[in-house]
């Protein structure tokens, strides 16, 4: 009996079986005062991010894969169902708050997902495993911020579940270049690292 092939790392993507997720792109997280609180980062995201993850929606939207955001949403008011590590870091929007709201360069279409964490993998504090598992999809496109925290964690955590974890490293950044150069040298075995122009054209030459 013949063995059914593994999804290789590196083989086209399939539109229909893909998910692209956008990691805490929100209004809390990514806002004006963040030029003065966390320069690289604002300007990384502003400058090469955002704009990268916007090209990504346009060609998934188009290509039909799955678009999914997260964001860092409690799901009580005082957020007292906060993971341990989100109440000692004081990481806490309240449900429905402005500060949760996908920002608008990336803002989401009617029957996209949103999903809520309160972690730093979505795997530990959502149903996205379960989700993917019902729509049918094997291959998750990794973007957003921060590239050594939540993106890091989400990929090892999405490997780990069998997913092919697929990360743009032009299309996530965090507090400054070494921290994201060294993030994605430390995640690299989990993942296929590729850049956004490369994605839009594969997803673009779809069959």
Do not use: W
């Not at 957003?144 to 974890?165: E, N, P, S, Y």
């Not at 994201?180 to 030459?205: I, M, P, W």
């Amino acid at each position: 009996m013949t063995r059914p092939p593994l999804l290789a790392r590196l083989s086209p993507i399939e539109a229909s079986r893909t998910a692209i997720l956008f990691i805490d792109t929100q209004d809390g997280i990514f806002h004006p005062g963040a030029e003065t609180a966390r320069p690289y980062f604002f300007r990384s995201a502003r400058d090469m991010a955002v704009p990268n993850m916007a090209r990504l929606l346009k060609a998934g939207r188009a290509a039909g894969a799955e678009i999914i955001f997260t964001v860092i949403e409690s799901l009580t008011r005082d957020g007292r169902d906060r993971s341990l590590d989100y109440k000692q870091t004081d990481f806490h929007f309240a449900p429905g708050s402005p500060e949760t709201r996908v920002i608008e360069a990336l803002k989401p279409e009617d029957d996209e997902i949103i999903l809520p964490k309160t972690s730093s993998s979505l795997f530990n504090s959502t149903i996205f495993e379960y989700l993917m598992r019902n729509i049918g999809i094997d291959t998750v496109i990794v973007t957003g911020f921060l590239t050594d925290q939540c993106i890091d964690h989400t990929v090892r955590d999405g490997a780990d579940r069998g997913f092919r974890m697929i990360c743009p490293i032009d299309a996530c950044t965090t507090d400054s270049l070494e921290r994201h150069d060294g993030a994605l040298a430390a995640f690299k075995g989990y993942c296929r690292q590729t850049d956004t122009s490369s994605l839009v054209q594969e997803l673009s030459n779809r069959s």
